[in-house]
T-cell receptor, first 110, second 118 residues
């Protein structure tokens, strides 16, 4: 079963706007990771945030983690058409297995 | 980043035949490989975890006799879908972790294999 629930399931924005998506999970984690998947392709690792971190930045990406609420958010600033993809959160708990959320499909319109 | 190569990218097979999918780590030793299945517009579902030189650990509900996993070396794991049925049609993705590169908690993914059983 999937631990993570993501919302929204789909997001459509104009180029230049920010895109925010959220992920909730149910059990304790060691870290939480965000991945990107272009249609019909594999996953690309974007960013990892550890359970003792609250916020992390990487380029135009900003990730927050609230372990008390068991939730995380991914913000993509100044979006580009090339950011069109599905984004998945994945939690890493005991056993080092990744459990993926349902994903958010992002469409950035030029 | 580390490179994981998955082959083939697409395969069409007839019902009842077997299909083998390969997952290779090209620039690191993959002590652990994971196999996922993904249905259209859905998330990845972990099928099994394989450690080099030992039997794979399958997730609940995954038939180990149907989805044979072999991880005979530190750079290669294979998934064989035996006696394929149309309902086995799906997108299969592998990922790998290992010593050295990449870091232990970061997984690198293959490009996926689109299996269509006709």
């Amino acid at each position: 079963s999937q631990q993570g629930e993501e919302d929204p399931q789909a997001l459509s924005i104009q180029e230049g706007e920010n895109a925010t998506m959220n992920c909730s999970y149910k059990t304790s984690i060691n870290n939480l990771q965000w991945y990107r998947q272009n249609s019909g392709r594999g996953l690309v690792h974007l960013i990892l945030i550890r359970s003792n971190e609250r916020e992390k930045h990487s380029g135009r990406l900003r990730v927050t983690l609230d372990t008390s609420k068991k939730s995380s958010s991914l913000l993509i600033t100044a979006s580009r058409a090339a950011d069109t993809a599905s984004y998945f959160c994945a939690t890493n708990a005991a056993g080092n297995k990744l459990t993926f959320g349902g994903g958010t499909r992002v469409l950035v319109k030029p | 980043g580390a490179v994981v190569s998955q082959h083939p990218s697409r395969v069409i097979c007839k019902s009842g035949t077997s299909v083998k999918i390969e997952c290779r780590s090209l620039d690191f030793q993959a002590t652990t490989m994971f196999w996922y299945r993904q249905f259209p517009k859905q998330s990845l579902m972990l099928m099994a975890t394989s450690n080099e030189g030992s039997k794979a650990t399958y997730e609940q509900g995954v038939e180990k006799d149907k989805f044979l996993i072999n991880h005979a070396s530190l750079t290669l794991s294979t998934l064989t879908v035996t006696s394929a049925h149309p309902e086995d049609s799906s997108f299969y993705i592998c990922s790998a972790r290992g010593v050295g590169r990449p870091r232990g908690t970061e997984a690198f993914f293959g490009q996926g294999t689109r299996l269509t059983v006709v």
